[in-house]
């Protein structure tokens, strides 16, 4: 009898698992460790959501089984929120799910349209759910460039032309996760230009659309006229409303796709809480002063994170999306890896980072920065960094190759 399961032994041990074991130990020992390593959003939930949220578990009705797919008036607000945003026009019966968070949605999408043997298309580096969505339902990955550019759009040629099986999906997920990059409608229509013509499923990963810091807002690739034909996408209330706990989140397009995973979902869940879905339906047709100050919130944030580094000598791109800092790792470091440069950065300065090398190995030599912390932290940290770096001779010249 083996000791590993066949779909177990798939999955690499966990990147993230040395840093987090040796972040664990360090605050055991009380050391103050300022977090930076996870997406997980600290500012409080927007009170006239959590008063809904309220209001409804008090009505023991709602403590029954919900459904599914989504209560009715969720999937007609999540509609609403698609028409206002982004001109978009959904059926909610046939184009709309619920999920619970984007994660589980993208997971059992996988599940539902993979084969064994069959090849996907994705990003690397990506977020892990990406490609192991699809690895633990049997399909073989190809990694493709991450940058939304005419890289990308040759390596989906080749990739066309030289796989065994053909590829039949492709994630994609802009602004990215881990990498911040954002894309344009214009390499939108290209992407579903070569979908429709390679007859490829695009998934796309719309989970930081309202994390943004230019003048334009994110698009989205349903926007695309006849992107339905071929694509779904995934939305989240995690970081638009600070909700991350809560695993609320949304798929929507492509009918066929939508019908599959409402199948496959009807056999593994009856939905989340009644309640946390009608607490949903009032943070996408409530107020929406909260969503620009949560992405003021985040751009300040930035903003001190990024002088702060630069500052300490370490020249950090700023992002334009996402709540994360894609970080080269200094040149100094560069031979010790992603990993052992986080745990190094832990021991020395208490600041806790995510290892590139966790997003995929094209990920190697960054480190992923959250902006999870309130600005005093973020300069606590940032100090802490300028300590570190100038007592290993990092100087701003030659803080990245």
């Known amino acids: 009898m083996t000791e590993e399961f066949h779909r177990i032994r798939r999955l690499p041990p966990y990147v993230f698992a040395e840093v987090n074991k040796a972040k664990a130990a360090a605050r055991a020992h009380g050391e103050d460790i300022i977090d930076l390593g996870m997406g ?25 089984y919900s459904v599914s797919r989504g209560i009715p008036g969720l999937r007609r607000a999540l509609a609403g929120y698609y028409e206002r945003r982004f001109g978009v026009d959904l059926n ?21 349209i993979t084969s064994p043997g069959d090849t996907i298309l994705v990003p690397n580096p990506s977020y892990p759910i990406h490609q192991f969505g699809f690895i633990i339902a049997g399909a073989s990955v190809r990694s493709i460039p991450a940058t ?22 492709l994630i994609v997920n802009f602004p990215s996760n881990p990498t911040a990059f954002t894309a344009s409608l214009d390499f939108y229509k290209d992407l579903v230009a070569f979908a429709r013509r390679e007859q490829i499923w695009i998934l796309s990963d719309l989970a930081y659309c309202e994390i943004y810091f230019g003048d334009e807002p994110p698009p989205s690739i349903l926007q695309v006229p006849g992107a339905k034909d071929i694509a779904v996408e995934f939305t ?52 929406q002063d909260c969503v620009t100050e949560i992405r003021d919130m985040y751009r300040e944030r930035r903003d001190v994170l990024i002088r702060g580094l630069h500052a300490a000598g370490w020249d950090v791109p700023s992002p334009q999306g996402s709540m994360f800092a ?4 200094p040149e100094r ?60 001779g990092v100087k701003q010249a030659e803080a990245v190759s």
Not at 246 to 268: D, E, V
Not at 373 to 384: G, I, S, V
């Open 40 to 64: 997980n959003p600290d500012s409080p939930t927007p009170p006239h959501i959590v008063r809904k949220l309220v209001e409804t578990v008090a009505d023991p009705r709602s403590h029954r």
């Open 148 to 169: 939304p550019d005419e890289d990308m759009l040759r390596a989906l040629e080749r990739a066309v032309r030289h796989s065994v099986p053909k590829p039949t999906a």
């Open 236 to 287: 989240s209330l995690s970081k638009t409303y600070s909700m991350a706990g809560w695993r609320m989140g949304f798929a929507a397009g492509n009918p066929h796709l939508i019908q599959a995973l409402t199948r496959i979902k009807s056999y593994l869940d009856y939905g989340a809480f009644t309640p946390i879905q009608v607490a949903a339906v009032a943070a996408l047709s409530g107020p």
């Open 326 to 329: 894609w970080a080269p790792i």
């Open 333 to 392: 470091f560069a031979e010790m890896g992603s990993v052992d440069f986080s745990k190094l950065l832990l021991k020395e300065a208490g600041v806790a980072v995510a290892p590139g090398l966790g997003f995929g190995e094209y990920g190697e030599g960054f480190v992923r920065i959250g902006l999870v912390e309130n600005t005093q932290r973020l300069r606590q940290a940032t100090r802490a960094i300028k300590t570190f770096l100038n007592k290993h």
């Open 92 to 112: 909610p019966e046939t184009e709309v799910i619920a999920t619970l968070g984007s994660k589980e949605g993208l997971a059992n999408l996988s599940s539902a």
